[in-house]
């Protein structure tokens, strides 16, 4: 009788839901490690990890009530979604508020989120309906490549301006679905051509305008608070312009690759590169054991942004690959229940959407480890997050969907046909 309960409530690939509990499971544990900061500042030791558990649980809710969604039903949403994610895009340009110098957030209800988390997952879900709505047995028809640079022309542009990693990884994901897509090679080439354009001149507009000192100035007015971020309101043509400041600032952090003497090193302007790098090279290959970070109480962003980090110096080189390998058996097995699909709309939602998650922990670990500048990407399903988590758990409740109701590809024998429902 148990069993046949847990069977009912954990419906679709097992392997998925595996992976998902040791993300969870690792999850807290890190993050009750990595929140000193909040403790202090709250005073509570059991508050953020309790907060964030608690918003695990209403995850978790929302990815069971998703799972049970047919995949087809996907489609009626996708239009609305889209509307809902300009709409609040445009909101959160005009009235949003600012964190660490970006406008990246809106509150209803004294709840604070990102729209551009609904906005990822709505053009995966455009992407995956142009794609199979206009496949034919040559690939996708030429002209899905103009309705998917259509969709994307309303949705990233307002995300660039305040956030250019996240614009970046959702066109990298785009991009990616298209290859999947089969879409012609040519434009392909030709949007790599002026993608190459358009980065040539945003570089050149970024080292020409921004000023990377003025990041050092904080010359707009603190206003709130949010999980210990300061927050800021910016008004006028600032809007718009007053990223370069700090995109050209970690251009040239980055760029600067001379050795610099320990004693030598500013904790203050360069602190969570230096403090990331200190927990990664005093893990000793075997890690310092779980809570037992020490630079948790000195790396900004401990419990989100540079999670990766602390998860290396508390489980070193081991544990590091044992997070890294649990996204690549995410990905790998969600291309699994994709092949496995006979319709094509499920199998690239499915693809796409792993794609979203696996690329972004990418993103996570290559800042963490000093392979990338810093973008402010949090780790899928381990950082601490409010609607972020909330989301990237729906984004596995509709693997699951997938995998559990999308129709399977009949298996030919030599003696009969059957359908291949189960993925082993």
Wanted: proline share 3%; glycine share 8%.
């Amino acid at each position: 009788m148990v069993n046949k309960t847990l069977s009912n409530l954990f419906k679709g690939d097992k392997v998925i839901w595996m992976v998902f509990f040791f993300l969870c499971i690792i999850s807290v544990i890190e993050v009750y490690s990595a929140s000193s900061q909040l403790t202090y500042k709250g005073g509570s030791y059991l508050a953020p990890v309790i907060k964030h558990v608690g918003i695990l649980i209403i995850g978790i809710f929302c990815m069971l009530v998703t799972m049970n969604i047919k995949c087809k039903y996907f489609k009626i949403v996708t239009p609305f979604l889209l509307v809902i994610s300009f709409l609040m895009l445009i909101w959160v340009f005009v009235a949003g508020h600012s964190t660490n110098g970006a406008s990246r957030w809106v509150g209803i209800m004294g709840m604070q989120f990102q729209p551009s988390e609904i906005a990822k997952g709505a053009l995966v879900l455009a992407t995956a309906q142009i794609l199979s709505a206009m496949q034919t047995e040559q690939g996708a028809d030429k002209h899905a490549f103009k309705y998917i640079l259509i969709v994307c022309a309303f949705i990233i542009p307002p995300i660039l301006v305040e956030n250019f990693s996240t614009a970046a990884l959702i066109c990298a994901v785009i991009f990616m679905m298209m290859v999947i897509g089969r879409v012609p090679m040519y434009q392909l080439g030709r949007l790599v051509g002026v993608v190459v354009i358009l980065i040539v001149f945003l570089l050149s507009m970024i080292m020409l305008v921004g000023d990377a000192k003025a990041e050092e100035k904080q010359q707009a007015t603190l206003t709130e608070t949010v999980d210990g971020e300061k927050t800021e309101k910016k008004g006028g043509l600032t809007k718009v312009f007053h990223r370069f400041d700090t995109w050209k600032a970690r251009i040239e952090k980055f760029s600067k690759k001379e050795y610099v003497p320990p004693e030598k090193v500013d904790l203050d302007k360069d602190g969570q590169v230096a403090h990331a790098n200190i927990a990664i090279a005093s893990s000793n290959i075997v890690g310092r054991g779980p809570g037992n970070s020490i630079e948790r109480d000195f790396l900004s962003q401990a419990f989100s942004d540079f999670i990766y980090a602390i998860i290396i110096e508390e489980m070193g080189f081991f544990g590091a690959f044992f997070v890294a390998m649990l996204y690549i058996i995410l990905l790998f097995r969600t291309g699994r229940i994709a092949n496995y699909c006979e319709n094509a709309f499920p199998a690239f939602l499915a693809l796409g959407l792993a794609l979203l998650l696996v690329t972004q922990a990418l993103f996570n670990m290559c800042v963490a480890v000093g392979l990338a500048p810093v973008t402010g990407q949090p780790l899928p399903l381990i950082s601490k997050g409010g609607t972020s988590t909330m989301i990237n758990c729906i984004y596995v409740g509709v693997i699951l969907s997938v995998s559990r109701s999308a129709k399977k590809k009949e298996v030919v024998t030599d003696d009969f046909t059957v359908g291949d429902t189960v993925l082993a």
